[in-house]
Every structure is written in structure tokens, then in C-alpha cells.
């Protein structure tokens, strides 16, 4: 398959601007031969946590990571339910799978694409032990009544900032606002490695104290196991990149601002074509259109006949994988966004003139 001429997310373009000082990062490592839990995972953690304006961050090896021990540091296991969405990726549900819980869906808000806060309590059941929001597309969820709910009901909070690295809720950074946050640094995300990277953060000293011995075999103190763990430490070569990086993710995130807010204004005229909101905190991580009409699959088709990359996310809501399909009830707001929506070129590198390429493109696509 020939790449597209103006791809989904520009990389190289990234590391071509940030080249020398990834490089000296790097060779930092090489030189001091501390690839596993290095003096750059602290620093990291360190700076990671000042940014985000909370006491504790720790560093793992994925962001699927960062939610299955987010889950076990708050005692989440066999018996209890986890509130969620359906339409997101499915290391949400999955994590909570893995340490033996149920997911518990409920529908989307059509609108924020994110999961619909006023159904929370008609999902609660005397199993329901925490609320799982997810920031899709680096959208902040509504955390002041995600957080009323759960302290009404006495309910623990894990946001999914897999996408959402930078995104604020009223000020305050996502992730920072529940009992724990889970950030995923795949390459792709606002602020991503060269390789699989999470982090976990939170104000709880117990709890940050209990992922950290989770991510080490369940160890506090080598050799002294006390619970079954994971192999799930950042590598030193990834935290060494991503300092590299963190200082520019504000930077980073207006840019991505500036891009939706330029796609919003040429796109206010089409009919079949519905933008999202470019409200406060929005980070933007993906640019996602709905396309009316049943004709999300043409367009996609003629954007790629013209060099253009795009991506469905998400095609298959939770709820219709072969893993969890016939066991949830409908929740058709979920399944017509999983029709519809298409994500456009975006990314902190994008260019205005190759922006203006895909404007055009969509533009000139019939709308009937």
C-alpha cells in the first residue's frame, strides 16, 4: 500500500525539528548504560508531575498498563463494575477485564462524542465500584459531574487520558481531577515515545506507593515480592525522549487548536459534514468529522485517491466486539458515531498549505 502524500500524522517531520536534542538524549543513556529505571524515568516522572500539577506520577510501559494498575491500586477486581464508554479503544474495557471486573457501558452524548454523565446513575447497580471517563479525541469529559456523581455514590475515579496528554477540564489538567489518571505515550498521542510508554498519576501518596510496587513484579524492595505485579517500567531511552519533548507539548497542543479552529471555519458551510466543538481544554489529539448521510466510506475513499490519509476510530464500539458482543443492550448513539466519524489529517507539524489541500479536498466532495 503506497503511504498517503499527506498522512494522518506527520512523525518524521517531528523528529526532524527535534533531531539533535533527542539525539544528545539518547547518547546520554548510551553513556551511562542505565536502560532500566534510569536517572531520566525519575527526572521524567519529576517533570511529568509538575506539569500536570499533581504530587506523584509513575512512569510504566504502556497505557494499557497505566489503567489495569491504576484499577489494582484502588483494589478494583473480581465482582465489581467499572462505568465506561463504549466508543473509545478497547484497552478501556479490557483493562478492566484483565483485573476480573465487569464493564458497565453507557451511551454517548452525540454531540461530545464523549461518554453521556447523566446516565452514570441509571447504570449503578451495589456492584458499581468506580467511573472510568475517557477524553476521546483529547476532548475533556464534564469531570465537575463525573465527580459530583462519584461522591455521591461513593465511587472511585479513573480517567483515560490515553488521548488527552495537555487537555484541561475548567483549568485543571485531565487526569488530575479523579483518584488516578492513565496516560498513554504511543508515538501518536500529543505527547508520544518512539516506542509503547504510560504514566500514572495521582495526588494519593498509597496509591502512588502501590503502582509503583504493582509495575515491579509487585515488589517494594527487590526480592521481596508481596503481591503478583507486572513487568511494566518505562524504559530509560523512551523517558529520555520524552523530556525532550514535554517542554514543548503546550506549543504542541496550539498548534493542533489552530488546525481544528481553521478546519471548523471551511467546513461551516457543508451540511453533511459536522464538526466538533472547539471548546476550552480541547487538545485536539484527533481531528473527527461526522460525515451524514452513510457516505463517511466515500469520502474517506476519494480523500485516499487524492494522497490523503485519514482513520475511522472507532469502527467497532466496545459493546459489538466478538469479546463482549450479545451480553450489552443497544446504545445507539455509540453506533451511529462508529458510522459516521472520520478523522482528518492533524498533528502539531501540520503545515497550513497541506491543511488547505485537505480542506479543498473535503470541499469538493459532493454532498449528495
Not at 273 to 281: A, M
Not at 298 to 313: D, H, P, S
Request: net charge negative; hydrophobic share 40%.
Amino acid at each position: 500500500m503506497t503511504a498517503p502524500r499527506i498522512p494522518i500524522l506527520d512523525l518524521r517531520a517531528e523528529v526532524d525539528e527535534l533531531r539533535t536534542d533527542i539525539l544528545r538524549a539518547i547518547e546520554g543513556v548510551l553513556d551511562r548504560t542505565d536502560f532500566i529505571m534510569g536517572e531520566d524515568v525519575t527526572a521524567f516522572e519529576s517533570e511529568a508531575a509538575q506539569y500536570l500539577g499533581t504530587q506523584h506520577a509513575v512512569a510504566v510501559n504502556s497505557g494499557t498498563d497505566a489503567l489495569v494498575i491504576a484499577l489494582r491500586a484502588l483494589g478494583i477486581g473480581e465482582g465489581a463494575e467499572v462505568i465506561t464508554t463504549p466508543f473509545t479503544f478497547f484497552a478501556t474495557a479490557e483493562s478492566i477485564s484483565m483485573v476480573g471486573a465487569t464493564p458497565v457501558f453507557v451511551d454517548i452524548d452525540p454531540d461530545t462524542l464523549n461518554m453521556d454523565v447523566g446516565q452514570i446513575e441509571q447504570a449503578l447497580t451495589e456492584r458499581t465500584r468506580a467511573v472510568m471517563p475517557v477524553h476521546l479525541y483529547g476532548r475533556p469529559v464534564d469531570m465537575t459531574r463525573v465527580m459530583e456523581v462519584a461522591r455521591q455514590h461513593g465511587l472511585k475515579v479513573i480517567e483515560d487520558c490515553a488521548q488527552s496528554f495537555g487537555a484541561t477540564w475548567q483549568g485543571q489538567q485531565t487526569g488530575t481531577i479523579g483518584d488516578l489518571g492513565a496516560y498513554s505515550f504511543f508515538p501518536s498521542k500529543n505527547l508520544g515515545a518512539y516506542g509503547d510508554g504510560g504514566l500514572i498519576a495521582t495526588d494519593d501518596s498509597d496509591l502512588a506507593d502501590t503502582a509503583r510496587m504493582l509495575r515491579v513484579h509487585g515488589s517494594r524492595r527487590k526480592y521481596h515480592n508481596e503481591t503478583v505485579g507486572y513487568n511494566s517500567r518505562l524504559d530509560t531511552l523512551q523517558a529520555a525522549i520524552l523530556r525532550v519533548k514535554l517542554p514543548h507539548i503546550d506549543r504542541f497542543n496550539a498548534h493542533r487548536r489552530a488546525v481544528a479552529a481553521r478546519y471548523n471555519e471551511a467546513f461551516a458551510g457543508l451540511q453533511h459534514i459536522v464538526t466538533p466543538e472547539l471548546v476550552p481544554g480541547h487538545s485536539f489529539h484527533q481531528y473527527t468529522v461526522r460525515v451524514l448521510g452513510g457516505r463517511r466510506d466515500e469520502l474517506q475513499q476519494a480523500l485516499a485517491q487524492q494522497g490523503i490519509g485519514t482513520m475511522v476510530y472507532y469502527p467497532i464500539p466496545q459493546d459489538q466486539l466478538p469479546i463482549y458482543r450479545g451480553q450489552y443492550p443497544a446504545y445507539p448513539h455509540s453506533q451511529q458515531a462508529a458510522a459516521e466519524v472520520l478523522s482528518l489529517p492533524m498533528g502539531h507539524m501540520l503545515g497550513e498549505s497541506e491543511q488547505a489541500e485537505v480542506i479543498q479536498a473535503v470541499k469538493s466532495f459532493p454532498s449528495t
